[in-house]
């Protein structure tokens, strides 16, 4: 279901806005995990002057302040049940719990008509020592648009609370997230986000717009907001944002992002900035970085693994192979490794280091001429060539090059004088090509 105002007829016929919980817009989406809380908001604190005993909420249901069905002397019947309460543990002094309930409230609608109305309802509270129940925040939703989820929490390594009660949409409208966070110096609060996130909305490409995700990891802080694509299903979007978030000044913040509108590791890794993989980078896109140290000849494979996606960069007029490997969530730069064939032994090295290895000469590994042949090497103008020379002529492994040990001219074998099998030959613009010989 798309996001928009439903219009809901309260108990004296009148309309009146009941929000979904998709977002109505980009920055509201950011406000929580699944979804944004849209522009009414769910739930409410409360400050108790005189705490109930704690099996007052636990086994009963309380007259929730801001409850959806209004009860008035038109009420015929009311019930209410506790669904589950879920226990917090400790923070600091105190214990702390949620707790969920279902209601009905069948009343006259006039004309001899009855209408019943059924909520969701929930309690946050803080348990005392003398075992009453401080209410905190309380929340409510007509089960016929919307339902309150089972809460999650986190406690981190800092000592603080992060709990999370879901909002969710009947149908295929996704849910909204209620974050709270307690903190030892003041207790339980509101978990927003900060401006942190604007921009991050902002960057969004043309025609892809919020929609509904999984929850946050309260445990990590990551989250995986989707977007869907202007041709896109209900069902199936096709781009996401992937977040990064620390607790900030009390607040939600945005510490990396990455927006992603497609799941080809090419597209992927093309649209990263190299300074997010490595902090040593530019900030040019990977395709545009990478095209300014590979030449265009060069055979790049692309696999995409669980976790990451490694490139390899074969580069025959340079006669050596690039290997690298990113990790794709958050995206930073895992290993590279450089090696030849020509070359003594592997060169490993970090990636802001890939421009040098691959116009820096190789330490190459002498030609191995076989028996009765010997190395014989020519200088010229044009660079260096490099054969095996017998009685009968040239004999064995051959090379050459345009700039010794960097742009490789051509390599192959030579039999009694001829060349032989394959070869690579390349121009001086290292546009190359294999070549067999009889």
């Known amino acids: 279901m798309d996001a928009g105002t439903h219009q809901h007829r309260d108990r004296a016929g009148r309309g009146r806005p009941l929000v979904a919980s998709i977002a109505v817009s980009a920055l509201a989406m950011a406000a929580g995990a699944w979804g944004a809380e849209g522009s009414m908001p769910r739930g409410h604190f409360v400050d108790t002057a005189s705490p109930p005993p704690l099996a007052k909420i636990t086994a009963e249901c309380p007259t929730a302040p801001d409850a959806v069905c209004a009860v008035t002397d038109a009420v015929l019947e009311q019930r209410c049940e506790v669904v589950d309460t879920t226990d917090l543990g400790r923070l600091g002094s105190d214990r702390h719990l949620v707790v969920r309930y279902r ?87 509101r978990l927003e986000h900060d401006a942190s996130w604007e921009a991050v909305y902002h ?112 580069v025959p007029s340079r006669a050596r192979h690039l290997s690298l490997a990113f990790l794709d969530d958050p995206p930073r730069w895992r290993r590279g490794t450089m090696t030849s064939p020509r070359a003594p032994a592997a060169d490993v090295a970090r990636l802001r280091d890939a421009p040098t290895l691959l116009r820096a000469p190789l330490a190459l590994r002498p030609l191995a001429c076989p028996p009765g042949t010997a190395v014989r090497t020519r200088p010229s103008d044009a660079g260096l060539f490099e054969w095996c020379e017998g009685r009968d002529g040239r004999d064995g492994p051959a090379r050459s090059w345009f700039s010794t040990g960097i742009y490789l001219m051509e390599a192959g074998n030579h039999r009694l004088g001829h060349k032989t099998g394959r070869w690579i030959e390349c121009d001086r613009f290292e546009r190359c090509a294999s070549r067999d010989y009889d």
Request: proline share 6%; glycine share 10%; charged share 25%.
């Open 103 to 189: 209601r009905s409230v069948t009343y006259d609608a006039g004309a001899g008509r009855r209408v019943v109305c059924e909520t969701d309802e929930a309690v946050l509270a803080t348990v005392t020592p003398a075992e009453t129940a401080r209410l905190v925040w309380t929340g409510a939703t007509e089960r016929e648009f919307e339902r309150i989820g089972s809460p999650s929490f986190h406690r981190d390594g800092r000592g603080r609370g992060l709990l999370s009660v879901p909002y969710c949409m009947n149908g295929t409208g996704g849910c909204a997230e209620v974050l709270f966070l307690w903190l030892p110096e003041g207790g339980w609060r």
């Open 203 to 314: 960057r969004l490409p043309d025609g892809y717009r919020p929609h509904k995700s999984p929850a946050l990891d309260l445990a990590t802080l990551t989250w995986e907001q989707h977007l869907a694509g202007p041709l896109d299903p209900n069902c199936c979007p096709t781009g996401k944002i992937l977040f990064s978030l620390s607790i900030d000044a009390g607040r939600l913040h945005v510490e990396r992002s990455r927006i992603v509108t497609t799941d080809d590791p090419v597209a992927w890794l093309q649209a990263t900035r190299v300074g997010d993989l490595d902090a040593a980078l530019g900030s040019e896109l990977f395709d545009a970085w990478l095209a300014t140290i590979v030449p265009t000849t060069s055979v790049l494979t692309w696999t995409r693994s669980e976790g990451g996606v490694t490139v390899e960069i074969d």
